[in-house]
């Protein structure tokens, strides 16, 4: 099921209507004049740099102006400006499609705002960040984003926003299957649109809580509150979701056998959608009467609107799909009877017959000749292959042995660590008990300040005890990574008293010791530092794995008190820079998003190396 209507920018654009990309060129031409004339100051010029980026409908003429922003801001040190651009360029990459460059310029947008403690442009860059997810189905993410902003914007922002981002998220929890969560943020938002009295939050809030209660059989409850967030839409002249929610109408009627009203509300959303050409909402349209009509044995109407589905999906995919038209003309032409088209049809056949044996003909006489030439060019692309096949071995030799020294290295670290342990628990250990046996043997006021003596021996093997612990708490060979953290996790909240949330969602295939234990060690530092420092009372800990683009992501999230990210390596602490090298020479990722009203997100995405030791 597609639906149009997630983001609430769509129902504010499509609400003030098709003149508002007109009207906004008309006024960045208007700008761009003010640009021509010479007693402008720096901080105009820079004012109208911002106003061209966020107003021109042209991404690159985005691009040109927000780049020419940051040049200035950064040349007159005006951080919101700075902000500004990266958001505006954020959003251009983004309609570009290249949404690597948009989540890079987004997230430095989001930093910029944090250190300079603006919370009204880190909302911004949070909901652009998530925005972006959601361009490429990347729902959970775009879900923490979404939290982070809606946590910002409870504490300093509006109600009208607050309700927008919640209409957002509900969407995001509806798309991975999270109903409650959906329907507890679509509650939450139709009042606050209730309060600010925006009828059309209301109305979207009503049409997309009805996408639940469809995907939860509720039909009934559904189908009305469809019909009246259509009715709510229509008093507002918004064509577009009147279109979108008279499609899934369409659908909802097909899915429970209801053909005639299905194919009336396909109908009438097809109508809407050709008054503002609408070209996804027409495709899908189009598809959906070519099969209700299918089903009522109507192979004329059928075929029709099967033609302008796929015009419609060329037009918009640029893919040529002509397999099902032709069943479905055969179709209407056995039913109607048609023979003077089946024998003209013959008739074509045996043209195309005759063209295709001609042009196969001068094909294989083209093909002989280049035969020969081609000959003598596998020669020379032979020996240049295997230049290449040489230089490559070379490459992966080299990665090979970069990847083995780090193995033995973290292999040597595990073997330390646990060697330590057990001497600590053997010997430190058993020297402090035979200390203790021994002292409990003296009569107490033998000895000055005998309590005292005893608490601190008492003491002494407890730190010992819970040192060796400490060491040697790690991966089993005999259980694994998973288990290890769930036992970590464990203890963090009998011992240090946290609301502590775990979950993960490893590979098909096992991963190899070598990797696992570097994943546990990253994880425990990245829980040490919030035991540190971060004062936090909840912490939540996810892996997540992906076996296509062998990928592991390592999320872990505080509401403590933030830290200052550091701008280089040579201004972080010795425990972040170790944990970033080594990230680093892994050939990961590592990203920090940290400030107090929200607390800490580190996220980290690592490939999973496949270590095997000698």
Same mark, same amino acid.
């Given at each position: 099921m597609k639906l149009g209507s997630w983001i609430i920018l769509f129902f504010l654009t499509f609400f003030s209507g098709y003149n508002v990309l007109a009207q906004n060129q008309a006024r960045t031409d208007s700008l761009k004049l003010l640009l021509e004339k010479d007693a402008i100051s720096p901080d105009q010029r820079m004012m109208i740099y911002a106003n061209i980026a966020a107003l021109s409908p042209d991404p690159d003429e985005v691009l040109l102006y927000a780049d020419k922003l940051l040049k200035a801001a950064n040349e007159y040190e005006k951080p919101h400006y700075i902000i500004e651009a990266y958001q505006s360029k954020g959003v251009a990459y983004r309609l570009i499609g290249n949404?690597?460059?948009?989540?890079?310029? +987004?997230?430095?947008?989001?930093?910029?705002?944090?250190?300079q403690k603006n919370n009204k442009l880190l909302t911004n860059a949070y909901l652009e960040i998530a925005n972006t997810y959601i361009a490429n189905n990347d729902y959970r993410n775009a879900i923490v984003y979404n939290n982070k902003a809606i946590t910002v914007i409870?504490?300093? $922002?509006?109600?009208?926003?607050?309700?927008?981002?919640?209409?957002?998220?509900?969407?995001?929890?509806?798309?991975?299957? @999270?109903?409650? /969560?959906?329907?507890?943020?679509?509650?939450e938002a139709g009042r606050l649109f209730d309060n600010i009295n925006l009828k059309i939050g209301k109305a979207y809030t009503i049409g997309n809580r009805a996408l639940v209660y469809w995907k939860q059989k509720q039909y009934d409850i559904a189908e009305d509150d469809l019909i009246r967030a259509i009715g709510l839409l229509d008093k507002l002249g918004d064509t577009f979701g009147m279109a979108d929610y008279h499609n899934q109408l369409g659908r909802?009627?097909?899915?429970?056998?209801?053909?005639?009203?299905?194919?009336? /509300?396909?109908?009438?959303?097809l109508q809407l959608a050709k008054s503002i050409n609408l070209k996804e909402q027409i495709r899908d349209a189009s598809q959906l009467l070519s099969e209700l009509?299918?089903?009522?044995?109507?192979?004329?109407?059928?075929?029709?609107?099967?033609?302008?589905?796929?015009?419609?999906?060329?037009?918009? @995919?640029?893919?040529?799909?002509?397999?099902?038209?032709?069943?479905?003309?055969?179709?209407?032409?056995?039913?109607q009877k048609e023979k003077k088209i089946v024998l003209l049809e013959k008739r074509q056949l045996s043209n195309r017959i005759y063209i295709i044996v001609t042009v196969f003909?001068?094909?294989?006489?083209?093909?002989?000749?280049?035969?020969?030439?081609?000959?003598?060019?596998?020669?020379?692309?032979?020996?240049?292959?295997?230049?290449?096949? +040489?230089?490559?071995?070379?490459?992966?030799?080299?990665?090979?042995?970069?990847?083995?020294?780090?193995?033995?290295?973290?292999?040597?670290?595990?073997?330390?660590?646990?060697?330590?342990?057990?001497?600590?628990?053997? /010997?430190?250990?058993?020297?402090?008990?035979?200390?203790?046996?021994?002292?409990?043997?003296?009569?107490?006021?033998?000895?000055p300040n005998y309590q005292i003596l005893a608490t601190l021996v008492d003491q002494a093997c407890n730190d010992i005890r819970n040192l060796s612990h400490s060491l040697n708490i790690g991966i089993s060979e005999n259980f694994g990574l998973v288990p290890a953290l769930k036992e970590l996790t464990d203890h963090l909240k009998h011992v240090n008293g946290l609301e502590v949330e775990f979950t993960a969602a490893m590979c098909e295939e096992q991963m190899s010791s070598e990797n696992e234990i570097v994943v546990y060690r990253i994880v425990?530092?990245?829980?040490?530092?919030?035991?540190? /420092?971060?004062?936090?009372?909840?912490?939540?800990?996810?892996?997540?794995?992906?076996?296509?683009?062998?990928?592991?992501?390592?999320?872990?999230?505080?509401?403590?008190? $933030?830290?200052?990210?550091?701008?280089?390596?040579?201004?972080? $602490?010795?425990?972040?820079?170790?944990?970033?090298?080594?990230? $680093? @020479?892994?050939?990961?990722?590592?990203?920090?998003?940290?400030?107090?009203?929200s607390g800490t997100t580190i996220n980290i995405d690592m490939p999973i190396i496949k270590m095997t030791l000698n």
């Open positions: 949404l690597k460059l948009s989540l890079n310029n +987004h997230f430095e947008a989001a930093e910029f705002a944090i250190r409870r504490q300093e $922002g509006t109600q009208d926003k607050l309700a927008i981002s919640l209409l957002n998220t509900g969407f995001s929890y509806y798309k991975i299957n @999270e109903f409650n /969560h959906a329907l507890a943020l679509y509650d909802l009627f097909a899915e429970t056998g209801n053909i005639s009203e299905a194919i009336y /509300h396909t109908e009438t959303a009509f299918e089903q009522e044995n109507d192979f004329r109407k059928a075929y029709i609107f099967q033609k302008q589905y796929v015009i419609y999906k060329d037009s918009i @995919e640029n893919s040529e799909t002509t397999k099902q038209i032709a069943n479905l003309r055969t179709d209407f032409e056995v039913s003909l001068l094909l294989f006489a083209v093909l002989l000749s280049l035969y020969f030439r081609q000959l003598f060019k596998n020669s020379r692309l032979l020996s240049e292959n295997e230049r290449k096949q +040489h230089d490559e071995n070379i490459r992966n030799l080299l990665v090979a042995q970069e990847t083995k020294t780090l193995q033995s290295m973290v292999q040597g670290q595990e073997s330390e660590r646990q060697r330590l342990a057990k001497d600590l628990h053997n /010997h430190f250990g058993s020297l402090m008990a035979t200390i203790k046996v021994n002292l409990n043997r003296i009569e107490e006021k033998s000895i425990q530092e990245l829980v040490s530092n919030v035991l540190k /420092h971060a004062e936090a009372t909840k912490l939540s800990i996810s892996l997540t794995c992906f076996d296509d683009d062998n990928l592991i992501n390592i999320l872990v999230q505080d509401n403590g008190k $933030g830290f200052e990210i550091p701008e280089s390596e040579n201004n972080s $602490g010795m425990g972040l820079k170790s944990l970033t090298k080594i990230i $680093g @020479e892994l050939h990961g990722e590592i990203r920090f998003d940290s400030n107090p009203a």
